[in-house]
């Protein structure tokens, strides 16, 4: 007789209800993993894709080889962009729950990802990004007040109301224009990177992916086009430990970490503290030289966690602990950056609290003159007509005979 079939379904290590538990997330100590020279051969470093590469200890100290790359100035303006991008946070879910918009998503925990990746991209280069990377444009010094136009969807919303409110785009800032649809913009980073080798341009391209996105065949395909035409591109996978309501165990498989799928493509693949500023630039910048000198792809999984709801029509008090957030064993990265400049002796409680009351109140600034616009609670909002403006060059017959049917 044969043993019946059985069918294996990842679970979580805790429901709510549990404790919280991450003895499963392997941490290496800051400073332990060596920095390989750009040009190294993928197979030479396959176990910087099981590994984390920190800069920060815990006593809030940079060491390592990835250590020393930018500068006292330099870490406060990431501080303030880590700070600003958390303050038009809280603000916007409050605006969600007052009904002046429909929607928002949040970056709570994941700021230094975003904001310092930015630091490491010239201006041309191009962002394929999710709706979870505004840090991007906040770290570009992009207008807070055109950002709350567009989660508004008001009367100067530069997206004429067409978009969910959130995804964003801003040709002039690298930012391609941002899909509901999970996952279309990682081949799309890649097919603009080979366009940019194929004109003989100097400009690199980056995607954006989360962890439950690695799921889609659209990731697959970026990584096989990429690989094969050694694409200038740097492909990013957020592993922020849950999708929507799924942990990350489900979309990674059996691989081990999101960073090993890169190995069978031939991609240099690493793992980087994603709550570490300074980590997280000092690999960006790695694969930013690597594909600036025409070595082709790299991935980059940042670590990180969640710490908010997914969006603001979730709950995740439904399906993890709510203590799991404080449990996570890397910290904060507004709080690890903080401790690390006191410690270089540039900074102090009484100066955080005051970036921290400033941020509040520059986000508020740039609300109420949003707010002047238009809210969901006002008629100020783009034109019905605005629907069929502007999507093609010249209006095709249809659409031209839809809009005369509906009289705007």
């Known amino acids: 007789m044969t043993e019946p079939l059985s069918l294996h379904v990842p679970e ?4 709510p209800g549990g404790e919280p538990d991450f003895s499963g997330v392997k941490i290496a100590p800051a400073g332990e993993v060596d920095r390989p020279p750009v040009d190294v051969d993928p197979a030479e ?6 590994s984390i590469i920190r800069v920060l200890n815990r006593d809030g100290e940079a060491v390592g080889p990835w250590a020393g790359l930018l500068s006292d100035e330099d870490l406060v303006e990431g501080l303030r962009h880590m700070m600003l991008l958390r303050a038009l946070d809280a ?4 605006a969600q729950r007052q009904g002046k918009t429909s929607f928002y998503i949040q970056h709570l925990g994941e700021e230094a990802v975003s904001t310092a990746f930015r630091k490491v991209l010239r201006q041309g280069d191009m962002n394929f ?29 530069p997206l004429k109301g067409r978009q969910l409110p959130t995804l964003y785009s801003v040709r002039e800032k690298g930012f391609f224009t941002l899909s509901g649809n999970l996952a279309t913009q990682f081949p799309q980073a890649v097919g603009w990177a080979m366009a940019s080798a194929i004109k003989g341009e100097t400009q ?33 996978v957020v592993n922020n430990q849950w999708a929507i309501s ?47 000198r025409n070595l082709g792809p790299t991935l980059i999984e940042y670590v990180t966690y969640r710490a908010g709801a997914h969006s603001t ?29 006191i410690v270089r002796g540039v900074w102090s409680e009484d100066r955080h609290a005051q970036l921290e009351a400033e941020m509040r109140d520059t986000v508020i600034a740039a609300q109420k003159a949003a707010e002047a616009n238009g809210t969901m609670h006002s008629d100020n909002r783009p034109s019905a007509r605005d629907m069929f403006e502007a999507v093609y060059a010249e209006m095709p017959p249809h659409l031209r005979r839809q809009r005369q049917e509906s009289g705007v």
């Open 204 to 236: 690199i391209a980056a995607g954006w992916i989360g962890d439950g996105s690695t799921a889609e065949s659209d990731f697959h395909a970026g990584l096989v086009f990429a690989s094969t035409f050694k694409a200038p591109v740097i492909l990013n």
């Open 45 to 50: 470093i396959r176990d910087k894709a099981f």
């Open 246 to 292: 799924t942990f990350q165990g489900i979309a990674r498989g059996g691989v081990g970490t999101f960073a090993a799928r890169g190995l069978g493509y031939g991609i240099p693949s690493l793992r980087v503290d994603g709550n570490d500023y300074l980590a997280v630039y000092a690999v960006g910048q790695w694969a930013a030289e690597r594909a600036r």
């Open 12 to 15: 979580p290590e805790v429901r």
């Open 129 to 157: 990004a999710t709706y979870r990377q505004a840090g991007l444009l906040i770290a570009d010094d992009y207008p807070l007040e055109v950002m709350i136009n567009q989660i508004y969807a008001n009367s100067e919303d």
């Open 91 to 94: 603000r916007m879910v409050i």
């Open 313 to 341: 029509s979730d709950d995740p008090s439904a399906y993890r602990p709510k203590e799991e957030s404080a449990a996570w064993p890397l910290g904060d990265p507004v709080i690890r950056l903080k401790a690390h400049l």
